[in-house]
């Protein structure tokens, strides 16, 4: 975790590699309050995560594909859909 200060100090360095190694960096403050500092993209792919995991329909979708899958019963694309 950074303090503040060091974010600071070296912002861009900081937000680049926040940006470009896709691993959010933990700030504190002075007072024990802490920021998370990621990329744009990973902050959408972090809100479609909970998105998907809160929704409770698509999460029962999502199961019964799986037991479909492990059952070998699942849903076998023709030739033509793979593109061969």
């Known amino acids: 975790m950074l303090s503040v200060n ?3 100090a070296n912002l861009k360095q900081y937000v680049d590699l926040a940006v470009d190694n896709h ?3 933990q700030v504190s403050r002075k007072n ?3 920021f998370v500092v990621m990329s744009l993209e990973d902050f959408e792919r972090e809100q479609e995560t909970l ?3 809160g929704n409770t329909s698509l999460m029962g979708q999502i199961q019964d594909s ?3 899958y492990n059952k070998g019963t699942g849903y076998k694309p023709t ?4 593109g061969f």
């Open 6 to 8: 060091q974010f600071r």
């Open 23 to 25: 691993e959010p960096l």
């Open 32 to 34: 024990g309050e802490a």
């Open 51 to 53: 998105y998907v995991l």
């Open 66 to 68: 799986l037991n479909t």
């Open 79 to 82: 030739a033509d859909e793979l």
